[in-house]
């Protein structure tokens, strides 16, 4: 019999971990749509979560956070989407907001806090913990939000960035679909809903946002670097940064998220049946 050739061997590796990362988001998708035994218990037996979860637009946030919300029973507090929810309402905040928008300025850092501060103590969703997805944007917003959390005697557990090269981010982002009332993001190619053009859960429509193009994008990136350096430098200093690659598959980077959570040994069954297989196959030790 012939030996194997070690190029071989890395194609049968890189082939099984494919496969455990798909199924892996497949039975994702199977616990978000039945809430069966195993999903409602192992919500149960999670912890609380406060964290920042960073990234430029395509990298993966719309995907990760509403993970990160079911597996803790967390709230996913998107700033953009919290601020048209407070006008919407015609909240005290929100007329407030949508006076200074309505003159063409930007909403204020104390306006913002205020805003997530209301949600932190009314929303019940946000008892177990918080994602907070757009802001902070600035240093002095961070350092206003860690003196918000202070005064709750809290603190933040992780400033989590997704990182990715600019240059994946176009086919990415040209494909993106988004369910608005979740936020929940597909692809038409890497990530495509189960029926097209509907949402997975729901069954209502996705769209495809008007500014998911090249040239948006480009823009898009460079004003998010100019302002989101600072702000992972100030995490970095209080120890709580933590960055993930975001180049990989989807399944990847949430166990790669786990791992910041300290749950490595919570991944998905099909974590380790894939790595028993590849250990009886002589691809892991």
């Known amino acids: 019999m012939a030996p194997i050739r070690e190029s071989t061997v890395d194609g049968l590796r890189d082939l099984v971990e494919k496969l455990e990362s798909r199924v892996e988001q ?54 953009g989407d919290m601020l048209r929810s407070q006008v919407a309402k015609k909240t005290q905040l929100g007329r407030e907001a949508k006076k200074i928008m309505d003159q063409g300025g930007l909403v204020s850092d104390e306006i913002m806090i205020n805003m997530i501060k209301n949600e932190l103590e009314n929303n019940q969703e946000c008892k177990n913990g918080f994602i907070l997805d757009g802001f902070p944007r600035t240093v002095a917003q961070a350092e206003r939000l860690d003196s918000m959390l202070h005064e709750r005697n809290q603190k933040l557990q992780h400033a989590v960035e997704l990182q990715i090269d600019d240059g994946l981010l176009v086919s990415r982002i040209t494909g993106r679909l988004i369910h608005p009332a979740s936020g929940r993001s597909y692809h038409k190619i890497f990530n495509p809903p189960k029926e097209t053009m509907k949402d997975d859960v729901t069954g209502e429509p996705l769209i495809q946002r008007s500014d998911d193009n090249a040239d948006t994008l480009k823009k898009r990136l460079s004003t998010y670097h100019e302002q989101t350096s600072p702000v992972i430098s100030y995490y970095q200093k209080t120890g709580v940064w933590k960055p993930i690659d975001a180049s990989q598959e989807p399944g990847h980077v949430w166990n790669s998220l786990l791992k910041v959570f300290g749950e490595e040994k919570a991944a998905s069954p099909s974590t380790s049946t894939g790595s028993s297989l590849l250990s009886k196959i002589g691809l892991r030790s």
């Open 26 to 79: 497949l039975e994702a998708r199977l616990a978000e749509v039945d809430g069966g035994p195993a999903a409602r218990k192992t919500r149960r037996n999670s912890g609380s979560v406060r964290m920042i979860l960073m990234g430029p637009p395509g990298a993966g946030k719309g995907t990760q956070a509403p993970k990160i919300k079911d597996k803790y029973c967390a709230c996913h507090l998107a700033t």
